[in-house]
T-cell receptor, first 115, second 111 residues
Framework: DAGITQSPRHKVTETGTPVTLRCHQT?????MYWYRQDPGHGLRLIHY???????DKGEVSDGYSVSRSKTEDFLLTLESATSSQTSVYFC??????????????FGPGTRLTVL | QKEVEQDPGPLSVPEGAIVSLNCTYSNSAFQYFMWYRQYSRKGPELLMY????GNKEDGRFTAQVDKSSKYISLFIRDSQPSDSATYLCATPGTSYGKLTFGQGTILTVHP
């Protein structure tokens, strides 16, 4: 998985609790992304980062926040989890270049269940 | 309108069949298109990459872009059970550093 790890890999939590998912890379790529994947919706971008402390919103950012204090780590936080945030979350990394900015490498995913 | 749309299927074919997977996109200015393959409970991985129009071939896989109809296709020849996966089309659209994905098509190749 191109030097990308996600933790935890599985998590069950209750509505209203805070949850933080971690993505760690060893590739020194500039770009990092958080997606969620749900049946019928494919992959949807939540937030992304184009450098340390540089982040921006994606398509489905409501209810999520992110932080990136180091090149290798990108954290996704659900401040108060809701059942609609039950999903599989994927982290991805990418690098800019003539064509390489288009290619993203994905982590193994985190399966989150909010009861 | 989403930048790229894909029929989610599912699609079930016998081993050895030719498979055609398709997406449509919204803006004729889009130039880069990708196909990702995702095995069950794994992250997606890049399968094919095309720029502008025409065909690109890699072994049993052919990616095709028809700009006149804003249609992208992935063909799999001599399909194998190991090709069973979800296939997602993607494009950066006109943005930089981001991709928009189709909904994904679930393909099953049965022996």
């Amino acid at each position: 998985d191109a030097g990308i790890t996600q933790s935890p890999r599985h998590k069950v939590t209750e509505t209203g609790t805070p949850v933080t998912l971690r993505c760690h890379q060893t590739e020194n790529h500039r770009y990092m992304y958080w997606y969620r994947q749900d049946p019928g919706h494919g992959l949807r971008l939540i937030h992304y980062s184009y450098g340390v402390k540089d982040t921006d919103k994606g398509e489905v950012s409501d209810g999520y926040s992110v932080s990136r204090s180091k090149t290798e780590d990108f954290l996704l936080t659900l401040e108060s989890a809701t059942s609609s945030q039950t999903s599989v979350y994927f982290c991805a990394i990418g690098e800019q270049g003539v064509r390489s900015y288009n290619e993203q490498f994905f982590g193994p995913g985190t399966r989150l269940t909010v009861l | 309108q989403k930048e790229v749309e894909q029929d989610p299927g599912p699609l079930s074919v016998p081993e050895g069949a030719i498979v055609s997977l398709n997406c449509t996109y919204s803006n004729s200015a889009f130039q880069y298109f990708m196909w990702y393959r995702q095995y069950s409970r794994k992250g997606p991985e890049l399968l094919m990459y095309t720029y502008s129009s025409g065909n690109k071939e890699d072994g049993r896989f052919t990616a095709q872009v028809d700009k006149s109809s804003k249609y992208i296709s992935l063909f799999i020849r001599d399909s194998q059970p190991s090709d069973s996966a979800t296939y997602l089309c993607a494009t950066p659209g006109t943005s930089y550093g981001k991709l928009t994905f189709g909904q994904g098509t679930i393909l099953t190749v049965h022996p």
